[in-house]
């Protein structure tokens, strides 16, 4: 079983608008991590945001925001304000206390649009 | 130098040849990743090192072999590969390696295997 979905393997979004890329996962562990990396085509994986399942406030870095939904097991990443440079693929992972090690989604390749 | 460097950036080699890729970090952590990735599949987690002692092998094949000398540099060893070896091969670190961790990545070593 999927342990992370992103269920849009592309997306579009006009410069300057906003857009949320959807992350769902599954986990039994009541302590775990929500994590969102950015891979350019240059291939670099960049760290974006981190959400522990007990912080109570959504996670916010710059632009992005973390739209952490614990009971629907939802992290989605939300990007205002897009810039072409956004364009890249996004990987949303989860790290769970009782297997150490991070599991990273399939990805969602945005492109952003002049 | 800072963060996380790889090298070489692309590699291409026949399955009878031996070569090495190499990671290094400058952030002072104490736990190296190697992970895989593949067209079109979630990032593979091949191997954790933590203060240098293994901790991880997520049943990779012998053909990969991984080496961390000390905390700061990692390699990976390879000999008589595949074609289906084929892919991008990022090197990642963290503070401590627990799960919660997050992990800065290494730019990739693109391999193609011929």
């Known amino acids: 079983a999927q342990k992370i979905t992103q269920t849009q393997p592309g997306m579009f979004v006009q410069e300057k608008e906003a857009v949320t890329l959807d992350c769902t996962y599954d986990?039994?562990?009541?302590?775990?991590?929500l994590f969102w990396y950015k891979q350019p085509s240059s291939g670099e994986m960049i760290f974006l945001i981190y959400q522990g399942s007990y912080d109570e406030q959504n996670a916010t870095e710059g632009r992005y925001s973390l739209n952490f939904q614990k009971a629907r097991k939802s992290a989605n990443l939300v990007i205002s304000a897009s810039q072409l440079g956004d364009s890249a693929m996004y990987f949303c992972a989860m790290s769970e206390t009782s297997y150490d090690k991070v599991i990273f989604g399939p990805g969602t390749s945005l492109s952003v649009i002049p | 130098e800072t963060g996380v460097t790889q090298t070489p950036r692309h590699l291409v080699m026949g399955m009878t040849n031996k070569k090495s890729l190499k990671c290094e970090q400058h952030l002072g952590h104490n736990a190296m990743y190697w992970y895989k990735q593949s067209a079109k599949k979630p990032l593979e987690l091949m191997f954790v090192?933590?203060?240098?002692?293994?901790?991880e092998n997520n049943s990779v094949p012998s053909r990969f072999s991984p080496e961390c000398p000390n905390s700061s540099h990692l390699f990976l060893h390879l000999h008589t590969l595949q074609p289906e070896d084929s892919a991008l091969y990022l090197c990642?670190?963290?503070?401590?390696?627990?799960?919660?961790?997050?992990?800065?990545f290494g730019p990739g070593t693109r391999l193609t295997v011929l």
């Open positions: 986990t039994s562990d009541q302590s775990y991590g």
């Open positions: 990642a670190s963290s503070q401590e390696g627990t799960p919660t961790d997050t992990q800065y």
């Open positions: 090192y933590s203060l240098e002692e293994r901790v």
